[in-house]
């Protein structure tokens, strides 16, 4: 091959090199502007899924405080009719009065319920951490549940918290966790026992549970308890209709002073709902106050 002939072919593959790299330059830009049109789109939609969150929390806000002066109402009124104020009622109409009084108070926890999940979406929900006793918590919660245990067959019982120090984190949410725990177990079992504990776990954290010998919970269920607005499949769950709200907010709030929570079930066994906790939430100042010192709510 002559000279020329060899220079002519370098050319002809010069430029289809340079063919080839315009053909890449071009696809390369169509691209971009494929991705610079899915930035767009995706903050569109970012912007629009921040927007609906904001309303549906402002929604459930609002419906959850216009919802609290007719239950309160509801409730004022049964509480004098259970009271006889106006007379002495049948054994039928004491029986529907406290079906009413039932109703309102379940209504009462789910409007609450809807109002604290409203709060931590919309970031407004305050921590207020301060020193106290686990004994004292227990001692609360007991007194609570005490005139709610209708049930006969079932005991409830708090085992007495050993070698657990005092805790710095928001005891009312904490308490709120467990009041939660403890309901749905009294609802779920039967006959047989709810038991409340706490141990500690390592040198830094603690272990709340709630164990009860209710209906149980099938292990392809467990994943999803604490999802919001979840129902268990089954003939009690059936009949002891929920909102599902109760445990999705556990986990919110648990989240919030930097717990997890968890649950072990069989079905037909019983569960153990469980939360473990810090035992100092992270921004716990130096000296303590003692109990005695901690003004009362």
Not at 70 to 90: C, H, K, N, Q
């Amino acid at each position: 091959m002559t000279a020329s002939a060899h220079a002519d072919a370098l050319q002809q593959r010069l430029q289809a090199a340079e063919a080839e790299a315009a053909l890449l330059r071009e696809e390369l830009e169509e691209t971009n502007r494929g991705v610079v049109a899915l930035y767009a789109e995706l903050d569109e939609q970012a912007i629009a899924l921040k927007r609906a969150t904001e309303l549906k929390s402002r929604f459930l806000a609002y419906m959850s405080h216009e919802f609290r002066t007719p239950v309160a109402a509801i409730r004022s009124i049964a509480r004098l009719l259970s009271d006889e104020v106006d007379g002495p009622l049948t054994d039928e109409q004491r029986r529907q009065v406290q079906f009413i009084q039932t109703s309102a108070r379940e209504f009462a926890e789910m409007v609450d319920d809807l109002l604290d999940l409203a709060k931590i979406e919309a970031g407004r929900v305050e921590i207020s951490p301060a020193w106290f006793e686990m004994v004292d918590l227990f001692s609360a919660l007991r007194g609570m549940f005490r005139p709610m245990l209708e049930n006969q067959q079932v005991t409830l019982a708090f085992e007495e918290p050993v070698d657990l120090p005092r805790l710095y984190t928001d005891d009312r949410k904490l308490s709120q966790i467990l009041r939660n725990y403890v309901s749905n177990a009294l609802k779920f079992t039967t006959q047989g026992e709810v038991r409340v504990s706490a141990c500690r776990i390592g040198d830094d954290r603690v272990r709340f549970s709630v164990s009860d010998t209710g209906i149980g919970i099938a292990r392809e269920h467990h994943a999803a308890v604490f999802d919001d607005f979840a129902q268990v499949d089954s003939p009690v769950q059936k009949r002891l209709r929920g909102t599902g709200l109760g445990l999705a907010l556990c986990r919110e709030l648990a989240g919030l002073l930097g717990g997890e929570v968890g649950v072990e079930s069989e079905l037909g066994r019983g569960s153990t709902f469980w939360l473990t906790l810090p035992l100092q939430l992270p921004q716990a100042p130096g000296p303590a106050a003692t109990p005695a010192d901690r003004p009362e709510a």
